[in-house]
């Protein structure tokens, strides 16, 4: 059938007149642009189904991919810096233990007490008392609290301030009341009063605990 007669026979059909039930019997055209349709619908119908689920999967995949590369490089950063990262880890220790060294143990209380009276009576100081206070128990050490009066110049309190700042044990100063003294000094001048509150640190893991006494076995009387 030529393609003219085919157009021919498309004259004057209406497509109300389709009848399913017997296909065979359409024009030539029509069954083609049947056929067409019903191709297109199961072309769109399979990656509906089909192929979009594998884009999705893919889609998955690359993330999982780029995630696994991004962890990747994250380690292969850190193994490429672990020389670093040891070396800074030392140095740490290093000064982690020259700080505690600076915290005194019980032993050392009575040594540091001394510190300070000699750091004072060195500045010219007349020392009224040193008192040293109940420990102070934190998260991860224990503040020794030492109240101090002194009597002296200006400048030889200030002396006194800068030398406990000096001292090889860490030693900080809180609390400052300076006022004129009740007292004056060998020469009949006027002086200043300091009352000052100093706290010294114990790290509290060196703190010993007290060793039980083992009790003897009692021997059999024979």
């Given at each position: 059938m030529a393609f003219s007669d085919s157009m021919e026979s498309l004259k004057g059909f209406d497509v109300n007149e389709l009848d399913f039930n017997n296909a065979g019997s359409w024009p030539g055209p029509i069954k083609a642009i049947v056929c067409i349709i019903l191709f297109a619908a199961l072309v769109f119908g399979g990656y509906w189904f089909l192929?979009?689920?594998?884009?999705?999967?893919?889609?998955?995949?690359?993330?999982?991919?780029?995630?696994?590369?991004?962890?990747?490089?994250?380690?292969?950063?850190?193994?490429?810096?672990?020389?670093?990262?040891?070396?800074?880890?030392?140095?740490?220790?290093?000064?982690?233990?020259?700080?505690?060294?600076?915290?005194p143990a019980d032993?050392?209380?009575?040594?540091?007490l001394e510190?300070?009276?000699?750091?004072?009576?060195?500045?010219?100081?007349?020392?009224?008392?040193?008192?040293?206070?109940?420990e102070i128990s934190k998260e991860f050490y224990?503040?020794?609290p030492i109240d101090i009066t002194v009597n002296g110049s200006y400048h030889d309190l200030a002396a006194f301030v800068s030398g406990v700042a000096g001292l090889?044990?860490?030693?900080?100063?809180?609390?400052?009341?300076?006022?004129?003294?009740?007292?004056?000094?060998d020469l009949g001048a006027d002086i200043l009063s300091?009352?000052?509150?100093?706290?010294?640190?114990?790290?509290?893991?060196?703190?010993?605990?007290?060793?039980?006494?083992?009790?003897?076995?009692?021997?059999?009387?024979?």
């Open positions: 192929i979009k689920d594998q884009y999705v999967a893919l889609d998955k995949v690359a993330a999982e991919e780029q995630k696994l590369k991004t962890q990747y490089e994250e380690k292969a950063y850190k193994v490429a810096n672990l020389e670093a990262f040891r070396q800074q880890m030392v140095e740490m220790e290093k000064t982690f233990g020259a700080l505690l060294k600076q915290l032993t050392e209380v009575p040594g540091l510190d300070i009276t000699n750091t004072g009576l060195g500045s010219g100081l007349d020392i009224d008392s040193i008192k040293l206070k109940p224990v503040e020794l090889p044990r860490i030693v900080t100063l809180h609390n400052f009341k300076i006022g004129p003294a009740k007292k004056k000094n300091m009352s000052v509150s100093a706290k010294t640190y114990r790290y509290s893991g060196d703190k010993k605990k007290p060793k039980k006494k083992r009790k003897g076995k009692k021997g059999r009387k024979k």
